[in-house]
Protein backbone atom coordinates (compact mmCIF):
# COMPACT_ATOMS: atom_id res chain seq x y z
CA UNK A 1 0.00 0.00 0.00
CA UNK A 2 1.37 3.33 -0.66
CA UNK A 3 1.09 6.28 1.34
CA UNK A 4 1.92 8.51 -1.00
CA UNK A 5 -1.03 9.62 -2.86
CA UNK A 6 -1.98 13.44 -4.05
CA UNK A 7 -3.45 15.65 -1.77
CA UNK A 8 -6.18 15.88 -3.39
CA UNK A 9 -7.20 12.15 -3.01
CA UNK A 10 -6.36 12.03 0.78
CA UNK A 11 -8.34 15.33 1.36
CA UNK A 12 -11.38 13.70 -0.45
CA UNK A 13 -11.63 10.26 1.33
CA UNK A 14 -11.34 12.05 4.85
CA UNK A 15 -14.08 14.64 3.54
CA UNK A 16 -15.45 11.01 3.00
CA UNK A 17 -15.07 9.48 6.61
CA UNK A 18 -16.00 12.34 8.33
CA UNK A 19 -19.41 12.88 6.48
CA UNK A 20 -19.59 8.58 7.36
CA UNK A 21 -19.23 9.88 11.32
CA UNK A 22 -21.42 12.86 11.04
CA UNK A 23 -24.12 10.66 9.84
CA UNK A 24 -23.86 7.92 12.49
CA UNK A 25 -23.59 10.41 14.78
CA UNK A 26 -26.76 12.08 13.54
CA UNK A 27 -29.05 9.18 12.74
CA UNK A 28 -28.54 8.24 16.86
CA UNK A 29 -28.71 12.21 17.88
CA UNK A 30 -25.79 12.08 19.48
CA UNK A 31 -24.22 15.41 18.45
CA UNK A 32 -25.37 16.63 21.72
CA UNK A 33 -22.86 15.03 23.51
CA UNK A 34 -20.29 15.82 20.69
CA UNK A 35 -18.63 19.08 22.48
CA UNK A 36 -15.35 19.99 22.10
CA UNK A 37 -14.55 19.46 26.10
CA UNK A 38 -16.25 15.82 25.54
CA UNK A 39 -14.59 15.07 22.43
CA UNK A 40 -11.27 15.10 23.73
CA UNK A 41 -12.18 13.37 26.70
CA UNK A 42 -13.24 10.71 24.89
CA UNK A 43 -10.17 10.94 22.56
CA UNK A 44 -7.83 10.82 25.74
CA UNK A 45 -10.01 7.76 27.26
CA UNK A 46 -9.94 5.86 23.65
CA UNK A 47 -6.03 6.78 23.20
CA UNK A 48 -5.73 5.42 26.82
CA UNK A 49 -7.70 2.19 26.02
CA UNK A 50 -5.08 1.80 22.84
CA UNK A 51 -2.15 1.76 25.17
CA UNK A 52 -3.42 -0.60 27.74
CA UNK A 53 -3.42 -2.95 24.62
CA UNK A 54 0.39 -2.91 25.94
CA UNK A 55 0.74 -1.95 29.27
CA UNK A 56 3.96 -4.00 31.11
CA UNK A 57 4.55 -6.50 28.03
CA UNK A 58 8.17 -7.31 26.73
CA UNK A 59 8.52 -6.73 23.50
CA UNK A 60 7.55 -10.13 22.26
CA UNK A 61 4.25 -9.62 23.92
CA UNK A 62 3.79 -6.14 22.01
CA UNK A 63 4.49 -8.14 19.16
CA UNK A 64 1.95 -10.87 19.33
CA UNK A 65 -1.01 -8.18 20.75
CA UNK A 66 -4.38 -9.13 18.85
CA UNK A 67 -4.10 -6.78 15.36
CA UNK A 68 -7.98 -6.47 15.96
CA UNK A 69 -8.31 -5.03 19.17
CA UNK A 70 -5.61 -2.61 18.15
CA UNK A 71 -7.74 -1.83 15.23
CA UNK A 72 -11.04 -0.80 16.62
CA UNK A 73 -9.04 1.02 19.87
CA UNK A 74 -6.72 3.11 16.97
CA UNK A 75 -10.00 3.18 14.96
CA UNK A 76 -12.20 4.71 18.05
CA UNK A 77 -8.80 7.28 19.22
CA UNK A 78 -9.02 8.21 15.04
CA UNK A 79 -12.77 8.95 14.73
CA UNK A 80 -12.99 11.14 18.02
CA UNK A 81 -10.10 13.18 16.52
CA UNK A 82 -11.90 13.57 12.79
CA UNK A 83 -15.27 14.57 14.85
CA UNK A 84 -12.99 17.45 16.93
CA UNK A 85 -11.38 18.44 13.77
CA UNK A 86 -14.33 18.67 12.14
CA UNK A 87 -16.35 20.94 15.42
CA UNK A 88 -13.49 23.64 14.43
CA UNK A 89 -13.78 23.41 11.10
CA UNK A 90 -9.62 22.32 10.94
CA UNK A 91 -7.85 20.93 7.65
CA UNK A 92 -5.75 18.61 8.80
CA UNK A 93 -3.03 18.94 6.09
CA UNK A 94 -2.94 22.20 7.32
CA UNK A 95 -2.45 21.54 10.84
CA UNK A 96 -0.06 18.59 10.76
CA UNK A 97 1.87 20.55 8.08
CA UNK A 98 2.32 23.39 10.33
CA UNK A 99 3.16 20.94 13.51
CA UNK A 100 6.00 19.57 11.19
CA UNK A 101 7.44 23.22 10.20
CA UNK A 102 7.70 23.73 14.48
CA UNK A 103 8.99 20.48 15.19
CA UNK A 104 11.44 20.91 12.27
CA UNK A 105 12.66 24.21 14.26
CA UNK A 106 12.78 22.30 17.80
CA UNK A 107 14.70 19.04 15.84
CA UNK A 108 17.06 19.70 13.69
CA UNK A 109 18.57 17.04 11.90
CA UNK A 110 21.77 17.17 12.84
CA UNK A 111 20.99 17.65 17.23
CA UNK A 112 18.09 14.82 16.83
CA UNK A 113 18.97 12.17 14.66
CA UNK A 114 18.38 9.37 16.24
CA UNK A 115 17.91 10.29 19.13
CA UNK A 116 14.57 10.72 21.91
CA UNK A 117 15.86 13.03 23.24
CA UNK A 118 13.18 16.30 24.20
CA UNK A 119 13.79 19.06 22.18
CA UNK A 120 14.72 21.12 25.30
CA UNK A 121 17.83 18.46 26.07
CA UNK A 122 19.35 18.62 22.47
Same mark, same amino acid.
Given at each position: ? *?? !?????????????? +? %??? +?? !????????? !??????????? *? +??? *?????? !???????????? &???? =??? /??? &? =?????????? %????????? +?????????????? /?? *???????????
Amino acid at each position: M *SY !FRPTSCIATEMKDI +I %KKL +IE !FRNERDWEQ !FHNPKDLAIAL *S +IEA *SELTEL !FLWKNQQEVEEV &DKEK =VKE /ELA &D =VLAYALLLLE %KYDLDIDEI +ISEKIKKNSLKYPI /EK *SKGKATKYRDL
